[in-house]
């Protein structure tokens, strides 16, 4: 049973840091792309940032330069380290994976989210 399991979401000021962590369990994590979507109220769930197993990543241009996702495979777990927080970054962010791919459209598996919110 493939399980994806978020953590550290939190409140926290504009301008602040907050990191994400996800621990999979129950997959292969190296064969897997690993990343984060985010959902806002209202709005459609959108990629943030993802890693291939090969450690390239991809971001959206909204968190280009603020975010970073980093992978450790010894651990299983992927991470989005989060900077310079803004209120339209304001989401429920879900951990996702998906095997053996470039780009991570259409995860194989997803997480349960975690709240993040940014105060103005």
């Known amino acids: 049973q493939v399980q994806l399991v978020e953590s550290g979401g939190g409140l926290v000021q504009a301008g602040g840091s907050l990191r994400l962590s996800c621990a999979a369990s129950g997959l292969t994590f190296g064969g897997y792309t690993m990343g984060w979507y985010r959902q806002a109220p209202g709005k459609q769930r959108e990629l943030v940032a993802s890693i291939t197993s090969g450690g390239s990543t991809n971001y959206a241009d909204s968190v280009k330069g603020r975010f970073t996702i980093s992978r450790d495979n010894a651990n299983d777990t992927v991470y989005l380290q989060m900077r310079s927080l803004k209120p339209e970054d304001t989401a429920v962010y879900y951990c996702?994976?998906?095997?053996?791919?470039?780009?991570?459209?259409?995860?194989?598996?997803w997480g349960q989210g975690a709240q993040v919110s940014v105060s103005s």
């Open positions: 996702a994976a998906k095997w053996a791919t470039i780009l991570l459209r259409n995860p194989d598996y």
